[in-house]
T-cell receptor
Framework: GENVEQHPSTLSVQEGDSAVIKCTYS??????FPWYKQELGKRPQLIID?????GEKKDQRIAVTLNKTAKHFSLHITETQPEDSAVYFC????????????FGAGTILRVKS | DVKVTQSSRYLVKRTGEKVFLECVQD?????MFWYRQDPGLGLRLIYF???????EKGDIPEGYSVSREKKERFSLILESASTNQTSMYLC?????????????FGSGTRLTVV
């Protein structure tokens, strides 16, 4: 089955700097890659997603890139702010199995002001 | 706004007890999922369901079962709770369409087995 690896496990950046979180997946049939943000004590929430027919997607300060050949995708956050501090999860989904998501282990992002 | 409601935020149960975790969604989603979240391990899928009375095992089904008698409700059952089942349990629901893949999560149930 699908396996998703996520790095780094923790990331500290200074406010205003950029943050990059990387994920790799094992199954080339995966075609949907969402990112979730989980603030302390709250539920995970979808912040951006990308499908396998697209190489990059942006939403304000957040962008996701996908390299299907290398089977990796990344989350980029620019101009980080303290409210970006959270746990971020990447995930992958295989169409043939509906939309069951396999998650990475998570990255704790700390933005220092 | 989609709501996924988990019946309890915190639960403390004794070893060997039968435990029921309830999840209800109000958006007519076909798909429902149960994950457990542990530090350093991310979210691991226990069971999922694509329709009423339908269930499929996820990656870590041992020690768990599920029930989906109605479309809006998906229950996770710990047949005989053990201390290694102490965890945060997250329910999620979604549409099956390619256009609507995103999950909506519940707030989670933090279960402690003593």
């Amino acid at each position: 089955g699908e396996n998703v690896e996520q790095h780094p496990s923790t990331l500290s950046v200074q406010e205003g700097d950029s943050a990059v979180i990387k994920c790799t997946y094992s199954d080339s049939a995966s075609n949907y890659f969402p990112w979730y943000k989980q603030e302390l004590g709250k539920r995970p929430q979808l912040i951006i997603d990308i499908r396998s027919n697209v190489g990059e997607k942006k939403d304000q300060r957040i962008a996701v890139t996908l390299n299907k050949t290398a089977k990796h995708f990344s989350l980029h956050i620019t101009e980080t702010q303290p409210e970006d501090s959270a746990v971020y999860f990447c995930a992958a989904s295989i169409r043939e199995y509906g939309n069951k998501l396999v998650f990475g282990a998570g990255t704790i992002l700390r933005v220092k002001s | 706004d989609v709501k996924v409601t988990q019946s309890s935020r915190y639960l403390v149960k004794r070893t060997g007890e039968k435990v029921f975790l309830e999840c209800v969604q109000d958006m007519d989603h076909e798909n429902m999922f149960w994950y457990r979240q542990d530090p350093g391990l991310g979210l691991r899928l226990i069971y999922f369901s694509y329709d009423v009375k339908m269930k499929e095992k996820g990656d870590i089904p041992e020690g768990y079962s599920v029930s989906r008698e109605k479309k809006e409700r998906f229950s996770l059952i710990l047949e005989s709770a053990s201390t290694n089942q102490t965890s945060m349990y997250l329910c999620a629901s979604s549409y099956p369409d390619r256009a609507k893949y995103g999950y909506t999560f519940g707030s989670g149930t933090r279960l402690t087995v003593v």
